[in-house]
Nanobody, 129 residues
Framework: QVQLVESGGGSVQPGGSLRLSCEVSGVTLDDYAIGWFRQAPGTPAKEREGVSCIGSGRGRTDYTDSVKGRFTISRDSAKNMVYLQMNSLKPEDTAVYYC???????????????????WGQGTQVTVSS
């Protein structure tokens, strides 16, 4: 059974940092693409925004334009963990953040919501002064 569990969310001031973690079980992590998504209040799940993703194998990464240079996705296959380091946070980064897994191999990952097969429950990130 595939399970994803996010952690590391919280409240920070603008300019602060957080590191989100996604523990993935029931899969061989290198065989899947893992994505981070965020959902703003009042929006439906299908409109979750793809923030970043990491592909199968060598782990090619991708980011949405609004987080490039601020967020970094990484993977520790030995621990079955995927991380999202978020720096220089802005109020507009406020959302519930989800990690998701796409059955692979997927070498060129994507932020497309409907491509992903398994989802975690989410972790809240609030950026406010």
């Amino acid at each position: 059974q595939v399970q994803l569990v996010e952690s590391g969310g919280g409240s920070v001031q603008p300019g602060g940092s957080l590191r989100l973690s996604c523990e993935v079980s029931g899969v061989t992590l290198d065989d899947y693409a893992i994505g981070w998504f965020r959902q703003a209040p009042g929006t439906p799940a299908k409109e979750r925004e793809g923030v970043s993703c990491i592909g199968s194998g060598r782990g090619r990464t991708d980011y949405t334009d609004s987080v490039k240079g601020r967020f970094t996705i990484s993977r520790d296959s030995a621990k079955n963990m995927v991380y999202l380091q978020m720096n220089s946070l802005k109020p507009e980064d406020t959302a519930v953040y989800y990690c998701a897994a796409e059955i692979g191999p997927v070498y060129l990952c994507s932020g497309g919501y409907f491509r992903y097969d398994y989802w975690g429950q989410g972790t809240q990130v609030t950026v406010s002064s």
